[in-house]
């Protein structure tokens, strides 16, 4: 990967993957502590509702998608391994195999339809999935037994040998529940798991940054299906008995409920999700009356007074008892307000520390009539406009001038009536947002997209998603590939990071940043994505007078790196003082085109848009800093 910023490398702080593995190993090992019977069997129901509720996670919690599938994917598999055993089949490591496959299948036959039209639509689709579990058993009941189902299975073997009663059985859900949840961790701490939190806040966002939706949400989707059909392998066979009566309505609410209430953004939380579910409604006897009732309270509590679930508010918690114990420290060693980036860079270079540079080797932006009509209202027409690397081109106007209309069709998030959008010698004016992204196109939105539950870190390292694939099967393995992109990606993020002074808040939660320091953001996830034109919508907006300077030096910087700038900005002393190239615009239309001192003097830019007193105020201003 070629680097674009020289600095210092960072240390990545080791992550405590270890956990996982060890605590599986001590749950495997409860029979041999003497612990029988009933407790198992219990914990066999928490951990094949743990692959449940976890695939749910991956697809709605993290990538956003409304499923409620998750129990026919269940009843697919626990029906694949009734029918092998009825057949003699009894081997659980094929039983996996099939059952992996099958949902596979049918996640991507249910997936690609639903997901093209809406999540409404992927939703119904997955809704219905569930009602069509008796009609199916019924319609191949020679195979299936219909409504009375199957019951009888035989004892499962694994390589031959047999897996003995209820500890045997333990033993493998335990050790199968562990391993998905660690391909889970190594999926979601990944480029991967930073994609599906950048889909679930906006596609666009998600375009933006060059990643494909539709495969995005259909990979979330497909692979969240997988620990379902894991699942339902353990669940025939914990059962011994099939039947459609096993798969309701009422038990996919269960699944969300659990999921939700566990925390449906967490790693972990479908264990505890899948332990409150399986120990309180579902061992409770008569609980099927009221079922939809408690589910929906637990629905509306979640939703109301722990939004990210129980391990949101425990994280929440260990971050509040964290910050009040080492608050008295931080307050005499960390600073308290914004930090100048040039005083920054000075103090860098007293200590000895390499400053970051960038290397953003621009290419020529040129736009011909670009023309686009909404109904009856033309909001752009005939638009002509050129970008130069190394220079900052600013977009003015009224509100309704067409400013954001434009620079929405120089990024392909509209399509244009007529004209043409080029980045270099490249025609890009029929490509997709994506495909611009990875040609070298970065942006900013006028209202900033940042995921909440990103920190600051996080959001700025999303904007070297658009830098290649995102190798899901990399991450899961953690082959040494992943590891040399994460710490390259790591280190850009940092540096861009320090462009603004925001290197000291790298873990804290983006959301908890002011307005003004999230725009900042916004632009150093572009500028980390190494972009070769940078389209900025408004970022100085309702910016206090240190972020704006912030603003200048990290325009001055991307300048400097040769980095092609289009702006657009309501801020007219700071277009005039920091752009090279200006482009008025009114009613869909230039007006007038040039240098901002040229642009300052134009009688049609004075009457309608600058007006007499600031243009003159400007000139001022201009002539003061001149002096």
Do not use: C
Request: cysteine-free.
């Amino acid at each position: 990967m070629t680097a674009f910023v020289r600095t210092v490398s960072t240390q990545v702080p080791r992550r405590l993957w270890i956990i996982t593995p060890i605590v599986v190993a001590l749950f495997a090992l409860l029979p041999a502590m003497g612990y029988h019977g009933g407790i198992l069997r219990q914990l066999i129901l928490i951990a094949i509702y743990t692959l449940v509720v976890s695939g749910l996670n991956l697809s709605f919690g993290y990538a956003g998608e409304v499923v409620l599938g998750q129990v026919a994917i269940l009843a697919l598999g626990a029906y694949i391994t009734a029918i092998l055993s009825t057949n003699g089949v009894t081997d659980i490591g094929l039983a996996l195999l099939l059952s992996l496959v099958a949902s596979a299948i049918l996640g991507l036959v249910t997936g690609l339809p639903g997901l093209r039209l809406s999540h409404l639509a992927l939703g119904l689709i997955t809704f219905f999935l569930v009602l069509l579990v008796p009609p199916v058993a019924l319609a191949f009941s020679n195979v299936t037994g219909g409504y009375t189902g199957l019951v009888g299975l035989m004892t499962p073997t694994l390589f031959g040998s047999p897996i003995k009663g209820t500890v045997g059985l333990y033993v493998v859900s335990v050790v199968l529940a562990g391993f998905w949840i660690f391909v889970m961790r190594n999926l979601v701490l990944s480029r991967y798991g930073l994609a599906l939190r950048v889909l679930k806040e906006n596609p666009l966002l998600a375009s933006s940054l060059g990643l494909s939706v539709l495969r995005l949400r259909l990979s979330a989707y497909v692979i969240g299906s997988l620990p379902a059909g894991l699942a339902g392998v353990l669940f025939a066979y914990a059962t011994a008995y099939v039947a459609p009566a096993s798969f309701t309505l009422t038990l996919s609410i269960a699944v969300l409920a659990a999921s939700v209430v566990g925390g449906s953004q967490s790693i972990y939380g479908a264990v505890l999700g899948s332990a409150l579910l399986v120990l309180g409604p579902l061992s409770a006897q008569g609980f099927e009356r009221y079922s939809l009732v408690v589910y929906g309270a637990f629905l509306l509590l979640a939703g109301t007074v722990l939004a990210m679930g129980l391990t949101g508010a425990g994280r929440a918690l260990f971050v509040r008892l964290r910050t009040l114990f080492s608050g008295e420290r931080a307050r005499h060693a960390a600073p308290t307000g914004p930090v100048d980036p040039s005083e920054a860079a000075d103090a860098a270079d007293a200590e000895g520390t390499p400053r970051a540079e960038l290397m953003l080797p621009g290419e020529v932006l040129e736009v011909s009539g670009a023309t686009r009509a909404f109904g009856e209202v033309k909001a752009i027409t005939d638009v002509d406009f050129r970008a130069e690397p190394g220079r900052i081109t600013a977009l003015i106007g009224a509100n309704g001038a067409g400013k954001t209309t434009l620079l929405n069709a120089v990024s392909g998030a509209i399509t244009l009536d007529s004209g043409t959008v080029r980045i270099g010698d490249r025609d890009v004016t029929a490509l997709p947002v994506a495909t611009r992204a990875r040609k070298g196109m970065g942006r900013s939105f006028q209202t900033p997209m940042i995921p909440s539950s990103m920190t600051v870190m996080e959001v700025a390292e999303s904007g070297s998603l658009v830098a290649g694939p995102l190798r899901p099967i990399a991450a899961i393995l953690r082959l040494p590939a992943f590891r040399k992109e994460r710490r390259e990606n790591r280190e850009t993020a940092r540096t861009a990071l320090e462009l603004v002074a925001l290197g000291d808040r790298a873990n804290v939660p983006a959301s908890a940043l002011p307005l003004s320091t999230r725009r900042l953001l916004e632009v150093v996830r572009a500028v980390a994505g190494r972009p070769r034109v940078v389209l900025l919508d408004e970022p100085a907006a309702g910016m206090d007078d240190d972020a704006i300077e912030e603003l200048r030096a990290l325009l001055k910087q991307l300048r400097r790196a040769g980095a092609t700038v289009v702006l657009i900005e309501h801020n007219i002393s700071f277009v005039l003082e920091i752009a090279d190239d200006v482009v008025v615009m009114e009613l869909g239309k230039v007006i007038a085109a040039g240098p901002p001192e040229q642009i300052r003097t134009d009688e049609r830019v004075i009457a309608s848009y600058l007006g007499t007193k600031h243009a003159a105020a400007a000139s001022r201003a201009d002539g003061e800093g001149g002096a």
